[in-house]
Antibody
Framework: QVQLVESGGGVVQPGRSLRLSCAAS????????MHWVRQAPGKGLDWVAV????????YYGDAVKGRFTISRDNSENMVYLQMNSLRDEDTGVYYC?????????????WGQGTLVTVSS | DIQMTQSPSTLSASVGDRVTITCRAS??????LAWYQQRPGKAPKLLMY???TLEGGVSLRFSGSGSGTEFTLTISSLQPDDFATYYC?????????FGQGTKVEIK
């Protein structure tokens, strides 16, 4: 069965960095795009980034472009989100999600999320 | 960026009611639209993709329609498990964008 497990969340000061990880299992990882989606406390879903199955294309939401970097390791079935220059408004639960296909469409499986709190 | 606007933001309904949620895109997205359900404290769940294709395992109570800029999600007979927040998402263009959500509450 498809499983996505996020890790790496925690409390971090504004301006600092954090790297999230997502371990995937139960499917052929190298055939699927992968997304990060976040949700601020009490708010709606905010799309963060996608990386295509081969890792050659990445796209970002406007709020994180230039600060966050998505990457993947198809040999380890892992996807990462490097978050730099963190701001208070980056606080929220970060979900890793599998793309329905290879190239960034909708998301058919989601992890349980990891909480990131940006606070001084 | 393509803006997605859902209405209503909150909907109060009873078990057995038929409910409809609308999602409007700021420009045409053909039928590149997905719907998700999120229960409190849980991850979202894919219900529908390509506007009207039901994801495997999802109840036939759910149906979707629309193309271009206007879309609807209908629940034919509301069940207790259906009280949740629903989101639309476009995948016609980057960045992908979600609607603000529609919370379906018990009347």
């Amino acid at each position: 069965q498809v499983q996505l497990v996020e890790s790496g969340g925690g409390v971090v000061q504004p301006g600092r960095s954090l790297r999230l990880s997502c371990a995937a299992s139960g499917f052929t990882f190298s055939e699927y795009g992968m997304h990060w989606v976040r949700q601020a406390p009490g708010k709606g879903l905010d799309w963060v980034a996608v990386i295509w199955s081969d890792g050659n294309n990445q796209y970002y939401g406007d709020a994180v472009k230039g600060r966050f970097t998505i990457s993947r390791d198809n040999s380890e079935n892992m996807v990462y989100l490097q978050m730099n220059s963190l701001r208070d408004e980056d606080t929220g639960v970060y979900y890793c999600a599998r793309d329905w296909g290879a190239a960034g469409t909708n998301m058919d499986y989601w992890g349980q999320g990891t909480l990131v709190t940006v606070s001084s | 960026d393509i803006q997605m606007t859902q209405s209503p933001s909150t909907l109060s309904a009873s078990v057995g009611d038929r409910v409809t949620i609308t999602c409007r895109a700021s420009q045409s997205i053909n039928n590149w639209l997905a719907w998700y359900q999120q229960r409190p404290g849980k991850a979202p769940k894919l219900l529908m993709y390509r506007a009207s294709t039901l994801e495997g395992g999802v109840s036939l109570r759910f149906s979707g329609s629309g193309s271009g800029t206007e879309f609807t999600l209908t629940i034919s007979s509301l069940q207790p498990d259906d009280f949740a927040t629903y989101y639309c998402q476009q995948y016609h263009a980057y960045p992908r964008t979600f609607g603000q959500g529609t919370k379906v509450e018990i009347k």
